[in-house]
């Protein structure tokens, strides 16, 4: 079973940056396609971007050209970068499999405000 540690949240005004990183454990990371997901409060679960394992990405249109997301196979390790960050990006956020597997880690929480 994979599991996902999730770090890097905290708190940023509007227009900053974060980078998030996850570490994954199980041998076959460099095979999956790996994805990161946001829920704020009261709302659902929702996957922001993607990418495969040769580095191919799809990202949400809500976060496109403002995140990127990002790999090191070598390390089990999935990064995102967060530009011009916007107070409804503030949500916990988890990486895992995509499509998801039921083994969530804790998130990192990001919160957006002035």
């Known amino acids: 079973q994979v599991r996902f540690t999730e770090s890097g949240g905290g708190l940023v005004q509007p227009g900053g940056s974060l980078r998030l990183s996850c570490a994954a454990s199980?041998?076959?990371?460099?095979?999956?396609?790996m994805g990161w997901y946001r829920q704020a409060p009261g709302k659902q679960r929702t996957m922001v971007a993607r990418?495969?394992?040769?580095?191919?990405?799809y990202y949400a249109d809500s976060v496109k050209g403002r995140f990127t997301i990002s790999r090191d196979n070598a390390k089990n390790t999935v990064y995102l970068q967060m530009n011009s960050l916007k107070p409804e990006d503030t949500a916990a956020y988890y990486c895992?499999?995509?499509?998801?597997?039921?083994?969530w880690g804790q998130g990192t929480q990001v919160t957006v405000s002035a």
């Open positions: 990418i495969t394992g040769g580095g191919g990405t």
């Open positions: 199980g041998s076959i990371f460099s095979i999956r396609v």
């Open positions: 895992n499999t995509w499509p998801s597997s039921n083994s």
